[in-house]
């Protein structure tokens, strides 16, 4: 799959993705390993994950590819939008957006399916109706 990733922002403007570990570890941008940031002088521009403009310049709607190579294992990642300032990503480029993944090895698992293909269920109830058994003591 691709397009995994995707922020809506003021239109053309350079945006990049950076994926995370749970644990805070960063992957480089091919994905084949993660670091702590930083490390064996690494910096932003080697860990982005280019995202494109769907329509250059007038759409505002931005999209990227959360593991390309194939290299990330199934898990759940942290994902940070940055927007970025100069000709290259950069460590002092602000952030504008968070979120998390979970990803199955080669696409993204979608929230209905995260359990092995199994639905999830999800019971709505109104707080203003009380359970059947509930009593009431009017004092």
């Keep these: 799959m691709s397009n995994e990733l995707w922020h809506n922002h003021a239109v053309s403007k350079t945006l990049y993705a950076v994926r995370f570990q749970q644990d805070g570890d960063v992957f480089i941008t091919s994905g084949a390993s993660d670091e702590t940031w930083g490390a064996t002088a690494h910096d932003a521009d080697d860990y982005d994950v280019t995202m494109t403009e769907t329509t250059v310049g007038s759409s505002g709607h931005y999209i990227g590819d959360f593991d390309a ?27 504008i957006a968070q979120a998390e993944i979970y990803w199955g090895g080669s696409a993204e698992i979608e929230l209905g399916t995260l359990n092995n293909g199994q639905k999830i269920k ?11 058994d509930a009593q009431v003591i009017i004092g």
């Design 69 to 95: 190579s194939g290299n990330i294992s199934a898990g759940t990642y942290r994902i940070t939008i940055y927007l970025q300032d100069g000709a290259s990503p950069a460590d002092t480029d602000v952030a």
């Design 122 to 132: 999800t019971e709505f109830y109104d707080e203003r109706e009380e359970p059947e």
